[in-house]
């Protein structure tokens, strides 16, 4: 396992912070992100992520060792099945392992035969039953659109006008076909913390835990977004919890999925609430989070490549990877209008790091006549880490004020919670 040659799908910031830890890898011959953003831009192959028959040919023609998917799309597509087919090495889930994010109502028919801690649900394809359904329950309530929704297809109502509006909003086409089904899920209470977790069919390791920031506007409020910033690790988490969601949650539905002929390898990644009760499971999501990943591959002692490979060989229980005892922060800013419509092609400048602890991970971003510009919601994610949860605050915006991005929007509470 030596001078591989590495091909990442996708263009996000999780992408950028996925090759920047990638490319630092002794046994990394050459690195190729498709299609890539301006952060990634000496890797870039112009080829969308979606375009699997074009990324098959591609790796087939440049001999790819590994292939890393970042984003839900194609892995809903079926890449995973495709590059294989080809004979080509993939780290993600087959496409009927992908539903767990791919479905919502799938993955609580998963939850519910592995007997994981959940909410309570109902899924509804009528939107009369639902907010008859709805009515009875009463508020607070949380309404999901079943189907993929770039992470912004879940309102949380805090009353009753608010949960009919939603039914409407969600299977009225407020999320395209995703809100075809809805899901209706009682309202959990507790400190919500995101895990990802290293899964090879079989077995799994966890990563370092991580708290999401998903409101568009400080105090969580506003929309939802795909995740406006993160910090690891939360004060909230201990060794006791992380053995309880690996026990009870973790390696149940590795064991289900496996018995359904599905089985789940790539990144399986839990939104969890802890609640009075224990930890319970919100949701699956099948891949790296995005911005989960940036705060996690800042924090990771280990070389990523080797841990990777184990998984795609059914081997993740004879790798230990490290990790730093530093604390990681990212702020994400995004473009002014985010996550309604939001303006493209603002220049951007960003000041020269001296810090060897600070990276500024890039997302919706191009280059144009060597000027960059913004192309996407959000666009950079500023990540740092430090002695303290304080400290990398600290230095993260420090950075943030440095950096010309004309109506760039960002929350200043990243991490509040943690102090």
Not at 7 to 25: D, F, P, T, Y
Not at 49 to 73: H, R, Y
Not at 344 to 364: C, M, N, R, S, T
Request: proline share 6%; hydrophobic share 40%; glycine share 10%.
């Amino acid at each position: 396992m030596e001078n591989l040659r590495v091909l990442i799908v996708g263009n996000g910031g999780r992408e950028h912070a996925l090759a920047w830890k990638l490319a630092q890898s002794p046994e990394l011959e050459r690195l190729f992100v498709a299609p890539g953003n301006a952060g990634t831009h000496v890797w870039n192959v112009d080829i969308p992520a979606q375009d699997i028959s074009a990324l098959v040919e591609f790796a087939l023609k440049e001999t790819i060792d590994l292939t890393i998917v970042g984003p839900e799309d194609p892995l809903s597509l079926g890449i995973v099945d495709a590059f294989q087919k080809a004979g080509l090495r993939i780290f993600g889930p087959s496409q009927a392992a992908a539903q767990l994010e791919g479905s919502k109502s799938f993955a609580k028919s998963i939850m519910e035969s592995a007997k994981i801690p959940t909410a309570k649900w109902a899924m509804f394809e009528d939107q009369e039953q639902a907010k008859d359904y709805v009515r009875t329950i009463g508020a607070p309530c949380v309404l999901k659109a079943d189907g993929l929704a770039a992470g912004k297809g879940v309102i949380v109502a805090m009353d009753l006008d608010t949960a009919l509006q939603a039914v409407d909003e969600i299977m009225d086409g407020g999320f395209g076909t995703a809100g075809k089904k809805l899901v209706v899920e009682e309202f959990l209470e507790g400190q919500e913390v995101s895990l990802l977790c290293l899964c090879d069919g079989m077995a799994a390791r966890p990563m370092v835990p991580v708290q999401d920031h998903k409101r568009a506007l400080e105090g969580d409020l506003g929309l939802n977004t795909g995740g406006m910033g993160t910090y690891s690790p939360p004060p909230v988490w201990t060794p006791e919890i992380s053995t309880e969601v690996m026990r009870d949650i973790v390696f149940p539905t590795l064991r289900v999925m496996s018995e359904r002929g599905t089985p789940f390898q790539g990144v399986l990644f839990l939104g969890l609430m802890l609640t009075d009760q224990g930890a319970k499971l919100l949701e699956y999501n099948v891949r790296f989070g995005d911005p989960e990943t940036q705060v996690v591959m800042k924090r990771l002692k280990s070389d990523l490549l080797p841990i990777l490979w184990a998984c795609t060989e059914g081997r993740i229980s004879e790798v230990k990877p490290e990790w730093k005892e530093e604390v990681a922060v990212c702020v994400v800013m995004a473009s002014p209008g985010y996550p309604l419509a939001y303006a493209k092609g603002i220049p951007i400048h960003l000041p020269e790091l001296k810090d060897q602890d600070a990276v500024i991970f890039h997302a919706g971003t191009g280059i144009q006549e060597g000027q960059l510009l913004s192309t996407g919601g959000r666009v950079l994610g500023i990540t740092v880490e430090g002695k303290t949860l304080q400290l990398a605050r600290e230095k993260a915006y420090s950075i943030v004020d440095q950096i010309d991005f004309p109506g760039g929007h960002y929350r200043r509470d990243i991490g509040v919670k943690g102090l």
